[in-house]
């Protein structure tokens, strides 16, 4: 026997078997493969000495990810300098108790946060094509599309209290400062521009000259956003969102970044450059996926220790 349109039935067979562990590995595997990224960036001052970060995001905890919430406490072993969390903790609505339970040992050190899309709202099942239907179109959240009617309210003021008793700084629209034993560090940053909730208006003017250094943070890297902080004269922009394409093809990369920017910067240290300035840009793969696409392949699930450094 023959399948259809004269295609062997043994060959039909092979392609779906294979389809079908590529499946497996990527939910079974690859999306439970957390890893550490490693990052140098040398924008520091000359005569400062070297600024550990940890950067997390998009966590998109679910109830009973055990692993996952393990990984994350494991990585307070680290004793990162300071923590920044570039949002879409979560992807359960009753999971926030399981996101501060992760980041509790993270919590202990100084921090930064700015929430995302999915920090305020619920995940919804959604065909996984319609990311690369949207990049042809030029669509990408609220950023062309509709907004969303019926969406699920995620209960993310409890986190917010928890973040901020701990001392985190709340970058929403906003600055903050962070005091270490031996410099002051300023932050400025969005809310999401995934769901135009980003109003740089209200925080413009570049950097703070009284601090150490400045650093620009948000969750989606919508280029609106590396265009104003880089215009302004911010040497560091930090962000996450985009999974790092989360479903990539060996030895050629990601398809999509779920927002503006290109597929070559999809995550990793890279640069961004307008109107004669150019600073560097960190874009996070994030260490989880929406509940209901719980799978990466060639694209395994991160955070990042990036060591900032004096500029030769």
Known sequence: MRARYGIPLKVTAGLTATAAAGLVYA??????????????????????????????????MVCGQRKKRAWLQSLAGLRPDFVVNTGDNLSDTDAVPEVLDALGPLMEFPGVYVFGSNDYYGPRLRNPARYLMEKAQGRHGLNGNAPVVGAIHNPWEGMREAFDAAGWQNLTNTRGRLKLPDLELAFTGLDDPHIKRDRYERVAGGPDLSADFSVGVVHAPYLRTLDAF???GYELILAGHTHGGQLCIPFYGALVTNCDLDTDRVKGLST?????????????????????TPVRFACPPEATLLTLTARV
């Open 230 to 232: 880089t215009a302004d």
């Open 272 to 292: 961004h450059t307008v109107e004669g300035r150019t600073s560097f840009l960190h874009v996070s793969a994030g260490c989880g996926t929406n509940r209901y």
């Open 27 to 60: 939910a079974g595997f690859e999306a439970r493969s957390f890893r550490l990224r490693r990052v140098t960036v040398p924008v520091l001052p000359r005569g400062m000495r070297d600024v550990r970060v940890l950067q997390v995001s998009d966590i998109h």
